[in-house]
């Protein structure tokens, strides 16, 4: 049986993850945060099955800023691949937390990499999650393995630092040690202070008469935006190749923040109509079709009637730096790995807007 360890399990990616390795046979580690209440529900459903939890699946409390700590879980637990998704990950907030963005998604790489070189496991295999967010004002479209970097964000910054370290320890220390350049993936697991989940869960809570306006910032920023399931499978197959080296991993596809609205007013029965321009520019329910809006939600809702506005923009969620587009070349995945990106758009956006209105109507359900 094969040991994973995994640093951001109770994240999107570390949940889905978790899932995919214990269906593959691992006993799988992860490691949280000490908190005074418990942030694990994303996999409550497997830290609540008493065939799974401390049988097939161990928490330990850690942090990437504590590198003693580190040391001891890896002497302990002995894994056979580590794969490092923990990070502080929101763009935003890292123009914010830039000295703890650093500390975390910069500097707890180098700690890992340093705790496996000095307690001499060799073996392991160690995957760090990059980021799209690397090639920030893209120097070529699409973006590839050799697309040159340009970092747009402390958190980009920060990433490209992890970036070279995989491959300095990589080339110094003889280390397995991969970057999976991952362009943006979604599901109903996603945080809600990212872009694409505030959309679903805002157009859920429209449809449900329990708000009449998104409000967003960036309305013609574009992104390859994939599904969440998939890109972890894509780590998987990383940590298998025959050699250490680092994958893009995308869609292909790219779409605006303008786009992905359109599509998830249309999930529950609303065309969108644009009027105004640049920061005045306000969105307008130009058609509803109610049987779509009532099917979705199987209840009467508060009529959303045409000509009412629902989107409207802010410049509270601007960055000071913006990256315009990202759009991800992964070809090299698909020819060495085998994987390619199922997921269509306007299908992941369906499942997500369905899921949030599922979750609104039945809180109890946690994702």
């Known amino acids: 049986m094969k040991k994973a360890l995994i640093t951001g399990i109770t994240g999107q990616d570390g949940s889905y993850l978790t899932e995919l390795l214990l269906e593959k046979g691992y006993e799988v580690h992860g490691i949280i945060r000490r908190s005074s209440s418990f942030n694990t529900g994303r996999i409550n459903h497997l830290y609540d099955d008493p065939e799974v939890f401390n049988t097939k699946l161990f928490l330990h409390h850690g942090d990437l800023i504590d590198a003693s700590n ?3 879980l890896l002497e302990r637990i ?19 937390l830039p000295d703890y963005t650093a500390q975390v998604d910069a500097l707890g790489t180098l700690r890992f990499l340093d705790a496996i070189r000095e307690t001499g496991l060799r073996k392991v295999r160690f995957y760090q999650a990059s980021t799209s967010e690397l090639f920030g004002k893209v120097q070529e ?10 970092p747009r964000s402390p958190y980009g910054v920060a990433k490209l630092y992890a970036y070279w ?15 999976g350049i991952l362009f943006n993936h979604e599901s109903p697991r996603r945080g809600k202070t990212f872009v694409t989940k505030k959309v679903t869960r805002e157009v859920a809570r ?13 309305l013609d920023a574009r992104r390859d935006w994939g599904y969440a399931p998939e890109f972890c499978e894509g780590m998987w197959r990383i940590v298998q190749h025959d ?8 869609t292909g596809e790219m779409h605006s923040v303008r786009e992905l609205i359109e599509a998830a007013f249309r999930c529950i029965g609303v065309n969108l109509h644009w009027r105004g321009c640049e920061r005045d520019e306000i969105g307008i329910a130009s058609s509803i079709d109610e049987e779509i809006l009532y099917d ?26 913006e990256v315009d587009l990202l759009i991800g070349d992964s070809s090299k995945a698909e020819r060495e790995l085998g994987w390619k990106a199922q997921t269509k758009f ?22």
Do not use: C, W
Request: cysteine-free; overall charge negative.
């Open 346 to 367: 306007p299908d992941l956006i369906s499942l997500m807007v369905a899921a949030d209105i599922e979750q609104l109507l039945h809180p109890e359900l946690d994702y």
């Open 296 to 321: 979705k939600i199987q209840m009467n809702a508060t009529h959303i009637l045409e000509g009412d506005t629902v989107v409207t923009l802010s410049d509270n969620y601007l960055r000071p730096t």
């Open 165 to 179: 370290m995989i491959v300095n320890y990589r080339e110094a220390y003889d280390i397995f040690a991969s970057n």
């Open 243 to 250: 050699r250490p080296d680092d994958f893009v991993l995308a």
């Open 141 to 150: 479209v699409p973006q590839t393995e050799t697309t040159p970097f340009y």
């Open 70 to 72: 580190l040391n001891r």
């Open 206 to 218: 429209i449809a449900l008469g329990r708000s009449e306006t998104l409000v967003v910032g960036n």
């Open 78 to 96: 002995e894994p056979d691949e580590i794969y490092n998704l923990a990070a502080q990950s929101h763009v935003k907030v890292s123009f914010e």
